[in-house]
């Protein structure tokens, strides 16, 4: 298994930016894939953006595309989200990801999660 420690959540204006980044450990040799995950309050956890950890392809949800780049850093083996012009729909818990069989827009399809860390977009 794949531990991931998450840092770079906060509080920013609508329109900021912020930096999300999950540092993995463990059984990294093994990862297929790293995504970022959110969950708002009363809502289900939706899937954000996604990395192969090998071809570097990125997926994202519809909402954020434009906004938010997902990248990799194989030699750290580290995953960051970048968020531009915040909105405060993107208010959310943000959890991150690790696989060694998929990237999937599925919950279900991950192995490895983080503690979640928290984002708020001040309207």
């Known amino acids: 298994q794949v531990q991931l420690v998450e840092s770079g959540g906060g509080l920013v204006q609508v329109g900021g930016s912020l930096r999300l980044s999950c540092a993995a450990s463990?059984?990294?040799?093994?990862?297929?894939?790293m995504g970022w995950f959110r969950q708002a309050p009363g809502k289900e956890r939706e899937f954000v953006a996604a990395?192969?950890?090998?071809?570097?392809?990125?997926d994202y949800v519809d909402s954020v595309k434009g906004r938010f780049t997902i990248s990799r850093d194989v030699a750290k083996n580290t995953v960051n989200l970048r968020m531009l012009s915040l909105k405060p729909e993107d208010t959310a818990v943000y959890y991150c990801?690790?696989?060694?069989?998929?990237?999937?827009?599925?919950?279900?399809?991950?192995?490895?999660w983080g503690q979640g860390t928290q984002v708020t977009v001040s309207s």
């Open positions: 990801a690790a696989s060694d069989t998929t990237v999937s827009r599925y919950v279900t399809g991950w192995r490895d």
């Open positions: 990395i192969s950890w090998s071809s570097g392809r990125t």
């Open positions: 463990g059984r990294t040799f093994s990862m297929y894939g």
